[in-house]
Each structure stands twice: as structure tokens, then as C-alpha cells.
């Protein structure tokens, strides 16, 4: 079973819906008993950072998804989900994440040329960097995915597992161990997007 | 790069399809989730599902619609029409809409903006104008454009955005329903104006208005269309292709 983490934050309706849509078995869930025995989880998350990680620490779910991570369980976060992920954002001051990914979160803005349009919104491709993530395993390189996003993740190149080019590389996917992210919407990116969520649904579990 | 999204538009009503031409004239086209399954397999970027049911009962059924369409489709789905409070707002993405539009709810309470990108994200906030030259200016037009608001479009769209709109829907009704082409003059206008992506919506009757819409107006983000689409005039694929082979940048599938 994959567990959904449902904090509070976002809508977990086309999430669940796209995990029916590949035939594995998904539950949104704010129970730590449950997303402890879930097989792999989902970190979701939109908004701004510093509410989500509020939310997911005073849920008490932030030590739930950390102790699931160490003990080798997959673990996915996507879009602010992955953001959440590493060490700080600076997202309106400086917010701790849960640090599974070595890295931080800053805007866009410091990245790309001034005159493109923040957020950066709409398909993109991917261009994948380093050893195959597994989770890219049915993707073809330069395939179509959705993002929505004025914060990326910087200071990862280590772990980075695909970027994409929005005037300047943006990190589009990371990659440590059993810890995913994707600053993408696979819920959202049609066939390629359930590929993804497919490939996930097949790592590996090493322990749990 | 990111591309131009293609953007086909369903208008429901009673959870039906349907397109009228300069907003009357309604013809019954096809069952919503059909075609936005359809859409979705050739290459349609996005969806817009627009209510225009009156009664409750049909809103009931747009409802049901919504949520059996994200069940199978995914691609961002935006849902306008009939939304005037943040209840409706909720209402919607519960039912696995991405972004809501805003249009008549907006005129006549713009806070809706502001509150609803406050609760929801900038992203999630369209704010669709049904814009029409009148007394030498671009007008606002209400009420699926029978109603005059008196007010300028560029500055009505500017305090959208300035309220937290994260995107804009340009429907000029000068255009709509002709098929002579989007309505350049008013669409780079406002997309001179502001920050965030500009939907075009109105006009488009061949392949070679949207090679014409991207070439001329870099600034433009995607191009909006229903019948053309609905009736086959127009394949998403082949639109796709010719505005490739123009080195505009589009995802194929």
C-alpha cells in the first residue's frame, strides 16, 4: 500500500486518483500506524513552505516521515512535498526542512534572467544528470512533465536526478538512496506522469 | 523551455457539452468526460471545464462530471463559471480542479481574489475577462458579456493580478465565435501590461491563427479554443506539428 501523507495541506483528490489509475493500492492518511505500515510513501504539499512544515511537524507526521525515510522505506515528495525534503527554504525568511536531502530551497528568481514570468508554469522537459534514477526508469530523455513552482531546490548537484531548462537549469527531480522528489506534478503530467509514479510504486524496498 | 500550452475549452451545461458562437446558439456536443479523455490522449496541454449551468441541480451534475474526469484524465483541469465565493473555490478542487477562473465573481467582489489566492496559492487563482471595444477603449464585459461594466480591461486585469491572479484568460468578444483569428491588438495589450501567463481565448478558426498568435506574440502562454476543437476543424496533433515546425516550443505526445 502506499500511503498518501495528508497533513492537511492540499488536495489529494487527483493523487489518489492517478495511484487507481496504475492499479496500486493508495490511502491519503494522517495516521502514523498506518503510514508506518505503508510499503512506500507520498509526501504532497502546496502553499508556502514555512505553513506546510508547520503543519507537518504540529501533525506530528514530520518524525513519522523522517523515521519512515531512515528505516529504508521509499519515499516520494513531490513539488512542495520535495521541497520540504531538504535541509532549509528560504521562502520568506528561513524555515528548517526535514533535511533527507542534502540541499536548499530559494527562488527562482536568483536563478534565471530577469523578464521570464515567476512562477515558472506549464510543461517542460526533463534532462536527466547522473546514474539512472529508478523511478525514470519508462522515461525518454526530453519527455514532457508539469511544473508550478517560484522556489527550486540549489546546492544538490550531488543528488540531482533530472533538471530542466527555464532560461537557467532548474533542479527537477532528486535523488538519495530511497528518498525521491520531483518539483513536478506526475499526478498532472499525463502518461509520462503515471510512468513515474508506476516506476515508484516498483523500487526496491530494502527494509522496512 | 516551457511551451505553449493548447487549451480546449468545455463548456457544460446539465453536464453536457456545449459551444455557443458569440455566446448564443447553443449546440449539444458531447459527453465531458469523453471528450476531455480524448483531449488529453492527443495532446491537449490543460482543460478548462466552464458551468454555465443556472439551476442547482445542473451544478450538481458539473460537480459530478468534474470528479469523474479527474478520476481519468490527468492533466491540469481548470474549472470557471458560477464561482463567486470561496466556498466554490473549495467546492471544485475537491472535485480534482487545479485552478479555479474567476470572471462576473471577481467584478463584483474582487477580494474573492485576494482571499482566494491567500488560501489556495497564486497559481490557483485564473481571472478570466470577457474583454469588447467600446467608446474607443477595451471594455469589461459581465454576465458572459451582456453586461457593460464601465470598466477599462488593462487596468481591470492589472488589479487582478496586483490582488493575486496567477494567470489570465483574455476572451475578447470582438473575436469570439468569427474564426478570423485571436484579437492581436487587445491580447498584446494585456500581455505588455503584466508578470503573469496570458491565456488567448477567442477567435482561432485555423492552425494558422495560433502559428500567428505565438510568432507575433511571444508573450502569449497558450491558446484557448472550443468548437474548432469539438468539431475537428482544428486536430490537436496537426496543430502541434505545424506550430513545431515554426520552432515555436510545444510538447508532443
Not at chain 2, 463548456?11 to 468526460?33: E, H, M
Not at chain 2, 454555465?52 to 445542473?58: D, R
Request: glycine content about 12%; charged content about 20%.
Amino acid at each position: 500500500m502506499v500511503g498518501i501523507v495528508d497533513y492537511g495541506v492540499g488536495n489529494l483528490f487527483s493523487l489518489t486518483s492517478s495511484f487507481a489509475a496504475i492499479g496500486a493500492e493508495a490511502k491519503a492518511t494522517g495516521d502514523p500506524a498506518e503510514l508506518l505500515a505503508a510499503d512506500r510513501l507520498i509526501l504532497p504539499g502546496v502553499g508556502a513552505f514555512e505553513d506546510a512544515a508547520r503543519a507537518l511537524r504540529e501533525t506530528g507526521l514530520a518524525d513519522v516521515v523522517t523515521e519512515a525515510a531512515r528505516r529504508g522505506k521509499p519515499l516520494l515528495g513531490i513539488c512542495l512535498g520535495m521541497q520540504l525534503l531538504f535541509d532549509v527554504s528560504f521562502e520568506y525568511g528561513e524555515h528548517p526542512g526535514l533535511g533527507l536531502v542534502p540541499g536548499q530551497v530559494r527562488a527562482i528568481a536568483e536563478t534565471i534572467p530577469a523578464g521570464l514570468k515567476i512562477p515558472h508554469i506549464g510543461w517542460n522537459a526533463l534532462h536527466f544528470t547522473g546514474a539512472p534514477c529508478p523511478i525514470f526508469r519508462d522515461l525518454r530523455e526530453g519527455d514532457f512533465v508539469y511544473f508550478v513552482h517560484s522556489y527550486a531546490a540549489v546546492g544538490c548537484e550531488a543528488h540531482t536526478a533530472a533538471v530542466t531548462e527555464y532560461g537557467a537549469p532548474l533542479t527537477a527531480a532528486v535523488w538519495n538512496g530511497n528518498v525521491y522528489g520531483t518539483q513536478f506534478h506526475p499526478e498532472k503530467s499525463g502518461r509520462v506522469g503515471l510512468g513515474i509514479l508506476r516506476a515508484f510504486c516498483e523500487t526496491e524496498v530494502e527494509a522496512c | 523551455m516551457i511551451t505553449k500550452r493548447i487549451i480546449p475549452c468545455l463548456d457544460v451545461r446539465d453536464g453536457r457539452v456545449v459551444k455557443g458562437v458569440n455566446f448564443t446558439g447553443l449546440n449539444d456536443v458531447s459527453s465531458p468526460v469523453e471528450l476531455a479523455k480524448y483531449y488529453s490522449d492527443v495532446g491537449a496541454d490543460e482543460l478548462v471545464f466552464y458551468d454555465i449551468t443556472a439551476s442547482a441541480e445542473g451544478r450538481r451534475l458539473f460537480t459530478d462530471i468534474l470528479c469523474e474526469t479527474a478520476r481519468t484524465v490527468f492533466i491540469p483541469l481548470t474549472v470557471g463559471g458560477g464561482i463567486n465565493t470561496v466556498e466554490d473555490f473549495d467546492r471544485v478542487l475537491k472535485c480534482g480542479a487545479d485552478k479555479v477562473s474567476v470572471n462576473s465573481g471577481a467584478l463584483k467582489n474582487p477580494q474573492l481574489i485576494r482571499d482566494a489566492s491567500r488560501k489556495y496559492g497564486d497559481q490557483c487563482v485564473v481571472l478570466s475577462a470577457d474583454v469588447k471595444r467600446k467608446d474607443g477603449e477595451f471594455r469589461v464585459f459581465a454576465k458572459g458579456g451582456r453586461e457593460d461594466t464601465g470598466l477599462e480591461a488593462v487596468s481591470w486585469i492589472k488589479k487582478g493580478v496586483s490582488l493575486g491572479a496567477g494567470e489570465i484568460v483574455l476572451n475578447s468578444i470582438d473575436t469570439d465565435g468569427v474564426k478570423g483569428g485571436f484579437d492581436l491588438e487587445m491580447l498584446e495589450a494585456v500581455s505588455n501590461a503584466v508578470g503573469v501567463p496570458v491565456i488567448a481565448s477567442g477567435g482561432a478558426g485555423s492552425i494558422g491563427d495560433f502559428v500567428t498568435l505565438f510568432t507575433s506574440l511571444p508573450r502569449v502562454d497558450a491558446g484557448l479554443a472550443a468548437s474548432i476543437f469539438h468539431f475537428g476543424e482544428v486536430a490537436i496533433p496537426e496543430l502541434k506539428s505545424a506550430l513545431k515546425a515554426r520552432g515555436i516550443p510545444v510538447r508532443e505526445v
